[in-house]
């Protein structure tokens, strides 16, 4: 796909390393590759080397060892080339709370280049795209989070980018704020072909918005693939059956054994893996009235990215924060509860 | 650092971007404009009340005290503006609106420069301020009306120099409030000067030694000789040399604080 300049690269990750004074390896020797026009997730507890990593492909850290391209320059000889291509909303949400949204604008334009006729024309235009027309003539120090999130993100867009860096944008965004966010983001990759690296602690995040995940720990990555890949490696959607009446439990699981092998479930259920998918499930509410079974409670389960973070590391990805990750980088705020269970994209 | 295909117009767009926005920034925040015109007035119209016994001195070079000792006011104005200067650099590392102004291609020389634009304007509200409040207060510039303009444009120009101490402590701290705990040394840098009292009058052997060696008492002279001298080519000539000086080395020293702070590629 061709991105909103015509850049027609995405990432390019090769062995990429960064170590920190006392022998830290925040980022130790990592590969991926970004197509154009893809959502990239990068999934990992506090302190993994999400927010190194996205500093070394933004030019502002330079990698220890390894080699990385975006847009088709290379990060560490051609910083200058690679910033015209990219934009990037960092963690930090760098704002200045004394000047207004349009100033912001203003500011970022200009020192993007572009002249003063499209300066105001590229602001008002990303302004209102990012629903902040109204609040534009205030100063940020009143914004709400999601505001600051949502000027944060227009300003990465003044100069048109082919490649978006998000480094948890949504980290501390009420629900609301949160889906809203997704939403531009989804329509940047589908509308304008703009490459997305978003980085996230949210397993819910990079199930809805990422083509592909990458999961880091340690500074190391530990799986990538398509969300629905990684579920299926660790196995497929599971259901959980919990009979009205206890007694029935035995014949339920003898019900359910048929149709694969055993899953987790609670003490008074039966649980089974689907060898073929969430179709069975009728399947399996007709044997189990046959049997004369009647249910208290079905329960289909699809696998989340936190099993495939718990299969591939032994921990889960909440409270999974190591300390690894330099001080130079703030750390987020801890993350909200997160559903799983059986959200689908 | 590899600079970015930018030339000399751009530059200066960039600075006047930068510049503007430090500006408004600094006009937004009435707490650092006030202290910076209160203060000096304040402790100006102390030492002219407590001190004024000091024109009895034999050979003081001023009949009033108070104009020996506006100038003083200008010298802290400078201070002040330098305090201004390195907070609001320290505050845009911390918060991370460096590494957005990072990202884009803007110069290093053009956050520097267009950075002190709030610091000098503070600098310059506040040295129109002492002469105004000065100059109703009954002092008399012997350089006359040109040598009160020269004055304006002096302790603009020395607020500038040392605006590069603030900007160097800000860049290699990150911390604006490192950047403020480190500057009472600098006070008392410049109470070790001949602030209070012409060199060639002060008593003790170390401290006029000390007032000798140190940049500031120049600077404070030069400033000084406007008003109770007329027009001294020699002190005016030391003090900018010494102002000069003082801009290169705190400049170069803040330049090398924010290529290590901005390690971009």
Known sequence: MTSMNGNHHGIVVDGLVRT????????????????????????????????????????????????????????????????????????????DLFLTGREHMALQGGLSGLSKADRTRRGNELLERVG??????????????????????????VHSPSILFLDEPTTGLDPQSRSALWDEVERLARDDGVTVFLTTQ?????????????????????????????????????????????????????????????????????????????????????ALDDEGVTLAHLQLHSPSLDDVFLAKTGRSLEGAGGEDEPAEEPVPAPPPTVAQGSERR | MRGDPVGLNETLEQVGLVARRSVRRTLSQPALIIPTIVFPLLLLAINASGLGSATKIPGFPAS????????????????????????????????????????????????????????????????????????????????????????LAYAVFVAIAFSGIGATMGARTGSP?????????????????????????????????????NPTSYVIEGLRSLVITGWDGTALWRGAAVGAAVLVLTFWAASRALATRMART
């Not at chain 1, 693939?225 to 206890?246: C, F, M, N, Y």
């Not at chain 2, 000098?120 to 409040?133: I, K």
Request: a negative charge; hydrophobic letters at 50%; charged letters at 20%.
């Open chain 1, 202 to 286: 949210y397993l819910e995040e990079a199930d809805v918005l990422a083509d592909r995940v990458g999961i880091i720990d340690r500074g190391h990555i530990v799986a990538e693939g398509t969300p629905d890949e990684l579920k299926r490696d660790i196995g497929g959607d599971s259901v959980e059956a919990i009979p009205a009446d206890p007694h029935d439990l035995e014949r339920a699981a003898a019900v359910l054994s048929r149709f694969g092998e055993p899953a987790a479930h609670s003490p008074k259920g039966a649980g089974v893996r689907l060898s073929q998918g969430a179709e069975q499930l009728a399947a399996i509410v007709r």
């Open chain 2, 64 to 151: 009033s005290y108070l104009d020996f000792s506006i100038t003083v006011c200008f010298m802290q104005g400078a201070l002040f503006s330098a305090i201004t200067a390195g907070t609001e650099l320290a505050t845009d590392i911390q918060s991370g609106f460096l590494n957005r102004l990072q990202l884009t291609p803007l110069r290093r020389v053009a956050i520097l420069v267009g950075q002190l634009a709030g610091a000098t304007t503070v600098a310059l509200l506040g040295a129109v301020v002492y002469l105004v409040v000065g100059l109703i207060a009954g002092v008399k510039i012997e350089s006359g009306v040109g040598g009160a303009f020269l004055l």
């Open chain 1, 132 to 157: 902040l027309t109204e609040a534009a003539d205030r100063k940020v120090g009143g914004y709400s989070g999601g505001m600051k999130r949502r000027l944060d993100l227009a300003m990465a867009l």
């Open chain 1, 20 to 95: 920190f004074k006392g022998d830290i390896r925040a980022v130790a020797g990592i590969d991926l590759q970004v197509a154009p026009g893809e959502i990239y997730g990068f999934l990992g507890p506090n302190g993994a080397g999400k927010s190194t990593t996205v500093h070394m492909l933004t030019t502002l850290l330079p990698p220890t060892a390894g080699r990385a391209t975006v847009a088709g320059f290379d990060v560490s000889s051609q910083g200058a080339d690679v910033r015209r291509h990219i934009g990037a909303a960092l963690q930090e949400a760098a704002l």
């Open chain 2, 177 to 213: 409030e490192a950047v403020q705990g480190v500057f009472p040394l600098v006070f008392a840098v410049f109470f070790l000067s001949s602030m209070s009292m012409p060199r060639d009058l002060i008593a003790i052997d170390w401290f006029r030694t000390v007032a000798t060696w």
